[in-house]
């Protein structure tokens, strides 16, 4: 059973950063396309950024283009999410999940709050 758990959410300012990370399970990682997703009030959960086995090829949702970046750590297992120059707009709850998702693995997410 894949337990994911991801950290790293806060309240910032407008133009501020953060870090996201989520660690998966060794069969998870192995499936190797890994994704961030996002979920702001009263919306349905969207897509945010996908990393693909190896690193490369990266995908974002164009709102985030040039001011996500997600990566991978295959010791520790992790994807990350670096989120600068954050707009209000990124406020939601994010997750992190494979790609395609899988609906038995999502967790509690992290809050992101941008404020004005």
């Known amino acids: 059973q894949e337990q994911l758990v991801e950290s790293g959410g806060g309240l910032v300012q407008a133009g501020g950063s953060l870090r996201l990370s989520c660690s998966f399970s060794?069969?998870?990682?192995?499936?190797?396309?890994m994704a961030w997703y996002r979920r702001a009030p009263g919306l349905e959960r969207e897509f945010v950024a996908r990393?693909?086995?190896?690193?490369?090829?990266?995908v974002y949702t164009d709102s985030v283009k040039g001011r996500f970046t997600i990566s991978r750590d295959d010791a520790k297992r992790t994807v990350y999410l670096q989120m600068n120059s954050l707009k209000p707009e990124d406020t939601a709850v994010y997750y992190c999940?494979?790609?395609?998702?899988?609906?038995?693995?999502w967790g509690q997410g992290t809050q992101v709050t941008v404020s004005s």
């Open positions: 999940n494979q790609y395609p998702p899988s609906p038995t693995s």
């Open positions: 060794r069969r998870t990682w192995s499936i190797g396309n």
């Open positions: 990393v693909p086995f190896g690193g490369d090829n990266t």
